[in-house]
């Protein structure tokens, strides 16, 4: 069935995107893994036989998810980010500007290839760490839902940054002063209850919180917060930041004069 | 400071037509506006009778645009960068068309180079296929020579004038006057936004520049009565002088003879388009 004028516009952006960080698939999903297969090997050797977060569950397990989910954050993010300012800087997104897609389906096909590197680089984390520890999934359903839901959500932040900056540089600043914190900080590599109450507070602020212990939820059947709360935080969240992000591009903002 | 003021221009189907200014006179703005990369705080502007704003998808599918700036996409070969861009206008499967594109310009043994290996002129080929991967009717090209060998200025002129004759309506803006003159039937001039210079290119040539009058006397110097006529001192013995039109040849001579001199050498010059512009440029 061929596809519709406007949806073959979408279909071929978002194949484009697909298509690029596929070309240098060893940089964009094997190198990411690798970093967390490190993360994984350096802290469970450190702290495996001095933690255990949750009853009955081994701290090298209780990482897996945590680093899944992180590496599925920051690559969805790097992916439309990079795409968009790489695009900006040398000039060909001229080649998207000019065809007749809507705000939508740039929108869209953006999205859904970060979303697609994410759960990519997200699922070969967890492969590759099952590897050396045994993780339960107690409930496929939210570990499907937080992974969908988190990485659309960087996506559509990484659509943001990259139409705002201007140069690497400040991409750089957007992703290690705000992303990289926000997801260290997110209880990847601990559980909320062990942060004095101050802290506690203060991560209850960080949404990337809600998509971490969500997206555990799915493996454990525990979490520090309800799975549905969390649920609907992140998905509040991806509304309000789609609504912007598709507000920017109606109005052309940094794409056209 | 507004970079179009009133800019009140009707490009009729299948002409072929020049849009000329000097630098930041407004060419590349009014450009990005019909190809919806800028936006104007006033006015409408159509392609092919669609509202660039309002039906902005149609007015898009109507235009083919060779951008000035020698872009492209590193991670993709030649083919892949024109199959994205038809797909990016709603067709899907045009494997053919991408071909037969390819063909013309002279790029299918390199259709799977990747686009970083090709040298900067098979680059600016690549951008003129891409403006045609979807078969516009308007085709707009903001100065594809730009340090562009004579070989494929001649083959890319070659190719666009078949696609004029084909009835593509062209738009082309170009520092080289030139090749304005030789291909284009109208030429619209801009300065500073407006739009100073509105007409065929006979006419523009006719009326905006008189014949120019180049010759050498056997002996003696000009009568003074012609000194007035001329334009740059004499070199070689050679006077060039700027006439009103044809018929003031007649009276140059009657007044040489008068002097009791000869002519040894005698050439009529036509005006040429560059100087028509420079001319306009000057006086608005």
Redesign the interface.
């Known amino acids: 069935m061929?596809?519709?004028?406007?949806m073959?516009?979408f279909?071929?952006?978002f194949?484009?995107e697909i298509?690029?960080f596929w070309?240098?698939s060893f940089q964009t999903v094997l190198a990411p893994v690798l970093t967390a297969l490190l993360y994984l090997l350096i802290f469970s050797h450190v702290l495996e036989a001095h933690v255990q977060v949750y009853p009955g569950v081994r701290y090298t397990a209780f990482l897996v998810p945590g680093l899944a989910m992180m590496s599925l954050l920051q690559n969805s993010f790097a992916n439309s980010s990079s795409s968009l300012i790489q695009?900006k800087i040398?000039?060909?997104i001229?080649?998207?500007?000019?065809?007749?897609?809507?705000h939508f389906e740039f929108f869209a096909a953006y999205v859904l290839a970060s979303v697609v590197r994410g759960v990519m680089v997200g699922f070969g984390v967890f492969a590759i760490t099952a590897l050396f520890v045994p993780v339960p999934v107690k409930d496929p359903l939210w570990v499907l839902s937080f992974a969908l839901l988190g990485s659309a959500l960087l996506g559509t932040l990484g659509i943001i940054a990259g139409i705002w900056a201007e140069k690497f540089d400040q991409l750089a600043a957007f992703q290690n002063f705000i992303i990289v914190p926000l997801t260290f900080l997110s209880g990847v590599f601990y559980s909320m209850h062990s942060l004095p109450p101050f802290w506690q507070e203060v991560s209850r602020f960080n949404p990337f919180f809600y998509m971490i212990d969500g997206f555990r939820y799915g493996f454990f059947g525990v979490s520090d917060v309800s799975p549905r709360l969390s649920f609907m935080i992140v998905g509040g969240c991806l509304l309000a930041l789609s609504f912007a992000t598709l507000s920017l591009l109606k109005r052309?903002y940094k794409l056209?004069? | 400071m507004r970079a179009l003021v009133d800019i009140d221009l009707d490009i009729p189907k299948g002409e072929f037509f020049a849009l000329l200014g000097p630098n930041g006179a407004g060419k590349t703005t009014l450009i990005s506006i019909l190809a919806g990369l800028a936006r104007a705080d006033a006015g409408t502007l159509k392609v092919m009778g669609h509202d660039v704003t309002a039906d902005y998808r149609n007015a898009r599918r109507s235009l083919g645009v060779v951008p000035q700036e020698l872009v492209f996409d590193p991670f993709f070969t030649v083919r892949e960068t024109l199959q994205f861009q038809s797909g990016y206008f709603g067709l899907g499967r045009n494997d053919d068309w991408v071909d037969e594109v390819m063909a013309k310009l002279d790029l299918t043994n390199r259709a799977d180079f990747n686009m970083r290996a090709l040298s900067g002129g098979m680059k600016r080929r690549v951008l003129v296929a891409q403006a045609l991967v979807h078969k516009p009717p308007v085709i707009i090209l903001d100065e594809p020579t730009a340090g562009v060998d004579v070989e494929l200025r001649q083959g890319l002129w070659q190719f666009i004038r078949q696609l004029n004759g084909d009835g593509h309506t062209i738009v082309l803006t170009t520092h080289y006057l030139d090749e304005a003159e030789a291909l284009c039937s109208r030429v619209g001039m801009l300065k500073q936004g407006k739009l100073v210079a509105l007409d065929s290119t006979h006419n523009l040539l006719k009326g905006y520049s008189g014949a120019r009058l180049r010759l050498r006397l056997a002996q003696g110097v000009l009568p003074p009565a012609l000194a007035p006529l001329v334009t740059t001192a004499p070199t070689n013995g050679e006077y060039l002088l700027a006439l009103h039109d044809y018929a003031q040849v007649e009276s140059v001579l009657a007044e040489i003879r008068t002097s009791g001199l000869t002519v040894m050498f005698m050439e009529l010059e036509q005006p040429d388009l560059e100087e028509v512009f420079v001319e306009i440029m000057r006086r608005d």
């Open positions: 061929r596809d519709s004028p406007r073959a516009g279909s071929t952006l194949r484009k298509t690029r070309k240098v695009s040398t000039g060909n001229i080649f998207v500007l000019l065809p007749p897609l809507s052309g056209r004069h």
